[in-house]
Every structure is written in C-alpha cells, then in structure tokens.
C-alpha cells in the first residue's frame, strides 16, 4: 500500500509561481511512474505530467513551457513547478504514482488526495 501526501496548495496571481510536491510512503517495491493530474470545476481530469524512473518526463501542450515535473527517488517525492500561471490554471491538481509490490508483477496506482490551486488576481 501506497499513501500519497500533497503539498503547495495555494491563491497566487496570474503570472506567479508555485510548487507542488508529492511524497509516496508505505510498503512497496518500487515506485515507477509519478504524474500530476488536474480537475476543473465542470471538467474531466486530465494529465499534466509525467515522469518515469529514469526522467523521461511528458507534458500536456497548455503547460510546455511553463511547468516543470521532476522527483527524488531517494525521498520518493515528485515535484510540480507551476511559473506563468493562467486563470485557465485554476483546479484540483491530483499525484499519481505506479508502483510495484515485489519486482516483477502488477504495477498499482495510487492517487493524492488533491490540492487547490488558484491563480486570480
């Protein structure tokens, strides 16, 4: 079992800057994939991005550019820095991570428990 704690939550300016940050604790093999997903009222989920173990990252086309994802394997804590936010940024931003329970076998997920970000002036 994997528990997911978020952190950075906040209102920030259009313009402005913020980090997220994710860490995995539990009992678990490996964790592989770490991604961050958002939510905006009346909206499906959607990816924003995403990297693998050895830092291969993918971004969503709105944020390229703007946000950077990177991780500590050592802590198991992926990072989302948010710069140039938008109004249209506005939404419950979610942690997901793919691990495994022994080396070889099923890779599980597990999502964050969400965090608001909100970019008005």
């Not at 990297?51 to 394997?73: C, E, L, M, P, Q």
Request: aromatic share 10%; net charge positive; glycine share 12%.
């Amino acid at each position: 079992q994997v528990q997911l704690v978020e952190s950075g939550a906040g209102l920030v300016q259009p313009g402005g800057s913020l980090t997220l940050s994710c860490a995995a604790s539990g009992r678990f093999f490996s964790v592989n994939a770490m991604g961050w997903y958002r939510q905006a009222p009346g909206k499906q989920r959607e990816l924003v991005a995403v990297i693998t173990r050895d830092g291969s990252t993918n971004y969503a086309d709105s944020v390229k550019g703007r946000f950077a994802i990177s991780r500590d394997g050592a802590k198991n804590t992926v990072y989302l820095q948010m710069n140039s936010l938008k109004p249209e940024d506005t939404a419950v931003y979610y942690c997901h991570v793919e691990y495994r329970l022994q080396e070889t076998g099923t890779v599980f997920g597990a999502w964050g428990q969400g965090t608001q970000v909100t970019v008005s002036s």
